[in-house]
């Protein structure tokens, strides 16, 4: 049992590795699930990093979810640019974006800093919706290509999902490591006490701030493969309600552990794929699910987990 | 139309969504004050308000009847929010608390979807009448109704709490939580009877302007955002703040859709809420917040 314990990575590492032909039989619909629930771990694990371990709120996280999307639709289809290139562009605009609000917005705490990102969330909605002439509109951007590096193009469904799930993978085992260095412990300091990391002479507004550029790099990644897959990009899927969407995971899978937000989306993605007869009732299921999460299992789905295992582990050494 | 009555009829527009706002926004006050919290959920009480209307009066109920029941049950609905939802997770961090209201707009949104399905659904206005014209702009009547409601609301609100024991207890636990619970006075009692009136005001602004606007389970969005905003440029507690602020932002707004641009109205209004939350965090009206109801 123990040893099960210390080796469950493998074995999720061999289901995701093998899936598609075994499981998922190669279809385009098993596939397509999980790559949407692969870009939604991403989602989620970026704004753990940012509220769960520097602690800032952020009810806006689409906002960079639809710049890397809509730099990767527009540089690729309007420009023809290489997919790779338009993805760092993404990007870069990103981080450029949070490292500019960052200072100015991190300073605000609270409810001030839920409403700023929530206004930046909307201002690029809004952006997006008036500047027809380069984005489409709210009728959308259409005919974005399929991901390709030089010499291979990713446009089969099996190919794309392995690529997502590389990227997921990358994205988790990197956030693991920022959070378990120097880098990730100082922002928990700064989370559990901002007074006294500055005594200690800590420049938390800077740190703040890196952990923002950090999480807008990952979430731009995601919009990109989400634009990518979808080829068609409209404004509705980068609101607020997307932002509240990955909240939910976070808060869902239990905020500050990595693992806990992505299991957090892999739940809210999946769901509907078991209830897509009762649609009508996934707004209220979601809610009540998470009221239930917040008043009776405030460590969130990872904290029943670990809870499981080490009253296993207990038993077994016993 | 001429130059002066497109600008009137600007303005006409702005008192409306003005008043919409600075209900809203003195509904998200109430509870702040007195609760501490700042409900994501406020936009769903807008529709809840109207929709129940919308379906009373098709059920042949009258309209001042039908009124007094839709503003009832939406206070009812929120009060029973507060017992049940906000007070077992009272201590939790901020974070969870606001995580914890908008899950209680996803669930009442949800319940809203089952009940009146998807369509759009219009009230008739309460009065029936011709436009009225002035300096060659046109007023509905409806418009006059808002308005008065806002006025009405806003005598309530100024009475109870000003001349009533209950209402003098609550602004008590609005001033020192600790102070007041010394005194006897129950602050749970206080938090329940806040999330009553803010919802009961959140719902009549939906119901006051259902007539205008075409409303269905996910319209509540938008007008809580703005109301949002005419808080916090109001300095987040303060009533008097939030209603001169909504009726600013509605005005402005109307400018800004006809004058400058329609399609950036938004961006420009959301760029604002950034810079006064940045550079004035008490808010516009920040210096008057000593003297508050």
């Known amino acids: ?318 | 139309m001429n130059e002066f009555s497109t600008l009137v009829q600007f303005f006409f527009s702005g008192l409306t969504s003005g008043s919409v706002y600075a209900l809203i926004a003195v509904s998200l006050v109430i509870v702040y004050k007195v609760s501490l919290l700042i409900c994501f959920a406020q936009g769903e009480f807008f529709v809840i308000g109207a929709l129940t209307m919308v379906t009373l009066t098709s059920k042949g109920l009258p309209m001042p009847l039908a009124f007094a029941c839709s503003v009832l049950i939406s206070a009812a609905v929120g009060a029973l929010v507060e017992r049940f939802l906000i007070r077992p997770i009272r201590d939790a961090s901020v974070g969870s608390l606001i995580v914890m209201t908008i899950a209680i707009s996803l669930a009442l949104r949800g319940l809203a979807l089952l009940i009146w399905g998807k369509e759009s659904k219009i009230l008739p206005p309460f009065s029936a009448g011709k436009p009225i014209g002035v300096f060659g702009a046109t007023l509905q009547p409806q418009v006059l109704w808002i308005i008065g409601i806002t006025i009405l609301v806003l005598l309530v609100i100024w009475l109870f709490f000003e001349k009533t024991t209950m209402g003098v207890a609550m602004r008590a636990c609005a001033e020192n939580r600790l102070g007041a619970s010394l005194m006897g006075i129950s602050t749970e009692k206080a938090a329940f009877l806040s999330w009553a009136w803010g919802s009961g005001i959140g719902a009549l602004a939906g119901m006051a302007v259902a007539p205008l606007l075409f409303m269905q389970y996910s319209s509540g969005v938008m007008p809580m955002v703005k109301g949002f905003i005419a808080m916090s440029v109001g300095g987040l507690a303060s009533i008097v703040g939030a209603v001169v602020a909504g009726y600013l932002l509605g005005v402005v707004e109307a400018y800004t859709i006809g004058l400058i641009s329609s399609q950036f109205s938004d961006t420009i209004v959301f760029t604002l809420l950034i810079i006064v939350l940045i550079f004035k965090p008490s808010g516009l009206f920040g210096a008057t917040r000593s003297r508050e109801v």
């Open chain 1, 1 to 318: 049992m123990r040893r099960l314990g210390r080796y469950w990575w493998i074995i999720l590492l061999l289901f995701i590795a093998l899936y598609p032909p075994t499981l998922g039989g190669m279809s385009a619909y098993k596939s397509g699930v999980l790559i949407f629930v692969g870009i939604y771990i991403i989602l989620a694990v970026s704004l753990d990093l940012l509220m769960g371990f520097a602690g800032q709120i952020s009810v806006g996280h689409a906002a960079f979810f639809a710049i890397g999307a809509y730099v990767s639709g527009i540089l690729t289809a309007k420009y023809g640019a290489s997919p790779v290139l338009a993805l760092i562009a993404g990007m870069a605009l990103s981080g450029a974006v949070a490292w500019g609000v960052g200072r100015p917005v991190l300073a605000l705490k609270e409810y001030y800093l839920a409403m700023a990102t929530l206004a930046l969330n909307e201002i690029i909605v809004t952006l997006i919706i008036g500047l027809q002439w380069l984005t489409g509109g709210a009728s959308g951007l259409r005919d974005v290509p399929a991901f390709s590096v030089p010499g291979f193009s990713f446009d089969n469904h099996v190919h794309y999902y392995y690529l997502v799930w590389a990227m997921v993978l990358l994205v988790v085992g990197s956030s693991v490591a920022v959070a378990r260095s120097p880098f990730g412990r100082t922002l928990i300091a700064i989370h559990s006490d901002e007074t006294a990391a500055k005594t200690f002479g800590i420049d938390c507004a800077r740190y703040k701030v890196r952990a923002y550029v950090l999480s807008a790099c990952y979430a731009s990644l995601a919009g990109s493969l989400f634009a990518h897959y979808m080829g068609f990009l409209a404004p509705d899927d980068f609101g607020v309600m997307t932002s509240i969407n990955i909240l939910v995971m976070l808060y869902l899978g239990g905020i500050g552990t990595i693992y806990g937000p992505a299991l957090g989306a892999v739940f809210l993605k999946l769901l509907p794929e078991f209830t897509y007869q009762f649609q009508d009732y996934e707004l209220l299921m979601n809610g009540i699910i998470l009221i239930v999460v917040l008043v009776f299992m405030p460590r969130g789905l990872f904290g029943i987990l670990t809870g499981i295992k080490e009253r296993v582990f207990a038993r077994s050494a016993r």
